[in-house]
């Protein structure tokens, strides 16, 4: 009995198991993209501030 002749076909080899295109960090990307590393110390310092504030 030939059993590659039966069932399901076989899904194609080499092929990213992951979406291909922009990642979360791209500049164009619809979401905006992440914060630079600054940007996110400036903001952790203005929320620490905040906090001895009151």
Do not use: C, H
């Given at each position: 009995?030939?059993?590659?002749?039966?069932?399901?076909?076989?899904?194609?080899?080499?092929?990213?198991?992951?979406?291909?295109g922009?990642?979360?960090?791209?500049?164009?990307?619809?979401?905006?993209?992440?914060p630079?590393k600054?940007?996110?110390?400036?903001?952790?310092?203005a929320?620490a501030?905040?906090?001895?504030?009151?």
């Open positions: 009995m030939d059993y590659s002749k039966s069932g399901n076909a076989r899904p194609d080899k080499n092929t990213p198991k992951n979406k291909p922009r990642g979360l960090g791209a500049e164009k990307s619809p979401t905006g993209g992440r630079s600054e940007e996110l110390v400036a903001k952790l310092k929320i501030e905040a906090k001895k504030q009151g």
